[in-house]
């Protein structure tokens, strides 16, 4: 099992919906959570055989597919990777457990499983051409959990998060098609395999057309601002399960793949294009913040916010240092537990009231005090408050950005106050003074379902604002590796000037050794 243990993550899931077809509607409940368990189960293994001392790939495997054009079935995961495979397959187990009656439940959950397949093939592909493909059929899924399950403009919605996220992934397979071709150059051999593509070293000006081409595919994925108009469409007219797993998921492809491609296949362009980034990172910050504020529905704030914290994640990513990077990777994970939630938590008193408008509830907490004291804790997250999960990431994030730009950092600090006003101004609108409307006074607290579904993520919202070593600690070995890669590619003094050798000792605990 160990030498298949990624494809098995991957094709498990697709198996078991195919066979989902089979499987009677009164019975499909339990067979998509025991699936779903099984998957979950698969990759906690997947930790535990895990050498966090290996800062390369482990568990790899490799299938020729068109050798001639050196593509090739490859898997391959390291610290970088490990925690947000895992990350899919929980928020998919949590997802098909918390799920609530709901039309044609038997082609939700089908579609879920399907979901879940594509979701670890990007993060376990290790060449570009395999990448690509489930990156693309992840976006098959969530079009039909959208556009079948949605909201009254569900089809506007699902349209538009389908032609602005298949619209950069097209860009970005051309930059894929010209880094294979300029690999052919340098070596008179064809290869997608990303690892190759690591020790191939560009001059600076092919760089930043690469650079700008994989980084359209990326931005929109994320989304970066001024690409991410389609995603409050999609949160907004999205079931509960559907946002979800596209706040707690699929907008990682996005920060993920900046990491996997962009910082070590184009180190010059990256440190080029630092500063223009960053500011673009400052303005979600801030301007999605102020625009969270300015909402009247519940949902749409925890979208924005979503939006908000992602930008966090790519200040981080783009600080090239070991500080900046493994905060945002850890950020990832702490952005999908706490926006997980938070989407869990709309989805539950929406489910009792059909409403998502803040002016229709107040004074929850004296009716639902469970349901409003795991609320303020995942809000207490979501702002950065220390000891929650969130904070960890945040600090790590501005730690190294602040080593580039100490007025930038300083900047996107204001993220913290920003979220601290519109999240505490929607917790008083809707827990606090008197209950003004009648429906609100006898409305159920959590059930059981919802406490198996949050108890978990409240645990993980603790656990790791405490203790966060059990993560870190994988996560910086292999970033150390991409940190050491990017210096060493560099051709320009300026990025080498950027992206400094790493200090023995510093951030990491383990050695490290490895494919890199």
Do not use: C
């Not at 494809?7 to 339990?30: C, E, H, Q, T, Y």
């Not at 995961?77 to 947000?84: A, K």
């Not at 990448?131 to 079009?143: A, R």
């Not at 699902?158 to 996220?165: A, E, G, Q, R």
């Amino acid at each position: 099992m160990l030498d298949h243990i990624l494809s098995i993550l991957i094709f498990f899931p697709a198996f078991a919906a195919v066979l989902g077809f089979m499987i009677d509607k009164n019975s499909i409940r339990a067979y998509g959570v025991a699936v779903s368990t099984i998957e979950f189960v698969l990759s906690l293994y997947l930790w535990y055989a895990f050498d966090s001392n290996v800062s390369g790939m482990q568990f790899m495997e490799q299938l020729p597919l068109v050798p001639s054009f050196g593509i090739n079935y490859t898997l391959g995961v390291d610290g970088i990777s490990l925690f947000i495979l895992i990350l899919a397959a929980f928020f998919t187990m949590v997802g098909i457990a918390s799920l609530t009656e709901t039309k044609n439940e038997k082609n939700m959950i089908v579609t879920l499983l399907f979901l879940q397949m594509t979701m670890m093939g990007v993060f376990s592909a290790l060449d570009a051409i395999v990448f690509y493909v489930f990156w693309e059929l992840s976006l098959v899924p969530m079009l039909y959990i959208i556009g079948a399950w949605g909201g009254p403009l569900r089809i506007y919605a699902s349209v538009k998060f389908f032609l602005y996220t298949f619209a950069g992934s097209l860009v970005m397979l051309v930059g894929m098609l010209f880094m294979a071709f300029f690999y052919y150059q340098a070596t008179g051999e064809w290869s997608f395999a990303i690892l190759d593509w690591y020790r191939l070293i560009l001059p600076e000006n092919i760089q930043l057309w690469l650079f700008a081409a994989f980084f359209m595919g990326f931005a929109i994925k994320v989304p970066m601002f001024p690409f991410h108009t389609w995603l409050p469409y999609a949160h907004g007219q999205a079931p509960t399960i559907g946002s979800v797993i596209l706040a707690a998921i699929l907008l990682k492809m996005g920060t993920y793949a900046f990491i996997r491609f962009s910082l070590p296949l184009f180190p010059d362009a990256s440190v080029y294009f630092m500063y223009p980034v960053a500011i673009l990172s400052i303005i979600m910050i801030v301007y999605t913040g102020m625009i969270a504020y300015a909402q009247k529905d519940v949902k749409q704030v925890v979208a924005y916010s979503s939006v908000s914290h992602m930008g966090v994640i790519i200040l981080g990513t783009f600080a090239m240092n070991v500080e900046g990077i493994s905060g945002s990777i850890f950020l990832m994970i702490a952005h999908g537990v706490v926006s997980g939630a938070l989407f869990l938590l709309v989805g539950v008193i929406y489910d009792r009231r059909h409403t998502k408008m803040m002016d229709q509830f107040g004074g929850l907490a004296h009716v639902m005090p469970r349901y409003a004291t795991i609320f303020g804790v995942m809000l207490m997250a979501s702002v950065g408050m220390p000891l929650t999960i969130n904070f960890v990431g945040e600090f790590l994030s501005l730690l190294g950005f602040y080593q580039q730009s100490h007025l930038l950092t300083i900047l996107a600090g204001t993220a913290i106050v920003v979220g601290a006003i519109y999240m505490l101004a929607a917790y008083k609108k809707m827990f606090f003074g008197e209950i003004t409307v009648e429906e609100n006074r006898n409305l159920p607290d959590v059930n059981k379902r919802e406490l198996v579904a949050l108890v978990p993520l409240l645990a993980l919202t603790i656990w790791l604002g405490i203790y966060p070593k059990p993560v870190l600690e994988p996560i910086n070995s292999s970033v150390e590796s991409v940190v050491q890669l990017m210096h060493d590619k560099s051709i320009t003094q300026e990025a080498k000037s950027k992206i400094p050798d790493l200090i023995k000792g510093e951030m990491a605990s383990t050695t490290s050794e490895g494919a890199h």
